[in-house]
């Protein structure tokens, strides 16, 4: 391993790739003819805040509804504008409030958090898994208390959470379970889709998504009450409520989460892809996994029995001590021969603002400061010690697993890592004496 076989292009060498790699597109004529057909059709929006046949949207939103729970074979599909939408609707549908508590992933995107406060509960982080990086069952069981209500779990970079077993401990305690798949569209744990093992899913329709419609989110559940909560609080449920004659109205102050006619349009093309945008993910991560997994000190991507990972993201893992080279100096040397690669994630959430100092709604510290709140949640670091150390030291992650990316580009990725592994003795030796920057020092 220690054969210099070129000099690295952060030593001022030629980078084995000099061109961007290809951006991911999934759009095309479908979605253009399918929104010029919206338009020509002259209705972009048919919702109204009343309860009539138009409270639940124009033709296109009902049209991608059916398509989508016929698709992923669930009883409900309700469209939103945002899968952050979505999480706070399933939040509200699920009954949180003020003085309990919900267990979430400190190492996601924060919504998948903020879904509680918004509420006015407590966001209880539970440690992640060291191998596909969801939520951690055993964790979970740790963090729950007589407080807990609910759990929201992540199925990160494309990976199922270990749904049956976390769906096993919620049942045992009485808790909702909210599954946010925003990463894992197509995803499968047996014959069962992502987003479809909880009691409520969450799907993102972002632009950066497998498939997408700009902004967007679809939520789906085979529970008639909780589908009709999330409806009410999509679309201004307080002014409902009365003429649909519900009586529970616990959470349903709604909110305009409306999802347009042209996305939706969008939507229901893009859902026809699915399948076709999501096996060259599979393929390219198969790929590089077989060709990477020599490499001392570097695991790929763990994929567990039974499940089909969704491939958002190529996560790996990293292990500095082996070749005595820091990660920083690693994704450094990566990206200067033109691999776009990136250390960690997202910090941990709880190392937030809004946590560390417990300032959420109001100048009070609401709710972490509610009377009612009778629980002990903390947010210091060391809380997750496995989050910290996958973010802090260990997690390396590209994006080049996607449609548009060919076996060339991919061919680049590993002559890439084959070149700083041969090479790595000039890293570490620059270290020693100082002529290489020691990246990790930033941090």
């Known amino acids: 391993m220690t054969r210099r076989v070129s000099t690295l292009a952060i030593d001022g060498g030629a980078p084995v790739r000099q061109t961007p790699f290809p951006d991911y597109v999934s759009i095309g004529e479908e979605e253009k003819q399918a929104v010029m057909e919206v338009m020509d059709s002259t209705v972009l929006s048919k919702y109204l805040g009343t309860w009539s046949p138009e409270f639940f949207g124009g033709p296109q939103v009902q049209r991608l509804e059916r398509d989508w729970a016929d698709h992923f074979g669930v009883k409900h599909a309700v469209t939103v504008n945002s899968a952050t939408s979505g999480l706070y609707a399933a939040m509200g549908a699920c009954g949180v409030g003020p003085g309990d508590e919900v267990i979430v992933s400190p190492y996601t995107m924060s919504a998948s958090a903020t879904a509680a406060l918004v509420y006015g509960a407590i966001p209880v982080f539970a440690d992640i898994d060291p191998e596909t990086f969801c939520l951690s069952p055993e964790s979970i069981r740790s963090r729950i208390t007589p407080l807990t209500r609910a759990i929201l779990v992540v199925d990160l970079f494309g990976h199922p959470a270990d749904m049956d077993l976390i769906m096993d401990i919620a049942r045992e305690h009485d808790l909702r379970v909210v599954e946010d798949a925003a990463q894992a569209p197509g995803a499968k744990l047996r014959d069962a889709f992502a987003g479809t093992l909880g009691d409520l899913g969450v799907f993102s329709l972002n632009y950066h998504k497998t498939i997408h419609t ?27 409520v009365k003429k649909k004659g519900t009586t529970d109205i616990v959470n349903l102050i709604g909110f305009n989460y409306r999802m347009g006619e042209i996305e939706a349009a969008i939507g229901r093309e893009q859902l026809r892809k699915l399948e076709r945008l999501l096996t060259p993910r599979l393929d390219a991560a198969a790929y590089l996994s077989e060709r990477l997994r020599d490499l001392p000190g570097l695991s790929v991507p763990v994929v ?140």
């Not at 902004?215 to 085979?222: A, D, H, K, L």
């Open 214 to 240: 700009g902004e967007g989110g679809v939520v789906v559940t085979n529970d008639d009450d909780l589908a009709d909560r999330v409806r009410l609080i999509r679309n201004h449920a307080e002014v409902v």
């Open 304 to 443: 567990r029995p039974h499940v089909k990972h969704g491939y958002y993201l190529y996560a790996l893992k990293y292990d500095e001590s082996v070749l005595g080279v820091p990660r920083a100096t690693l994704a450094a040397a990566l990206k200067a021969e033109g691999i776009p690669m990136f250390e960690g994630y997202v910090e941990p959430i709880y190392l937030e603002p809004v946590y560390q100092q417990r300032i959420a709604f109001g100048r009070d510290g609401f709710p972490f400061t509610y009377p009612g709140y009778r629980g002990h949640a903390t947010y210091d670091r060391g809380l997750c010690p496995v989050t910290e150390r996958m973010h802090y030291r260990e997690l390396l992650y590209t994006n080049v697993c996607h449609a548009n990316i060919g076996r060339s580009d991919l061919d680049d990725v590993v002559a890439a890592f084959r070149k700083v592994y041969d090479n790595h003795g000039a890293l570490a030796s620059g270290l020693q004496s100082g002529t290489t920057h020691d990246l990790s020092a930033e941090r």
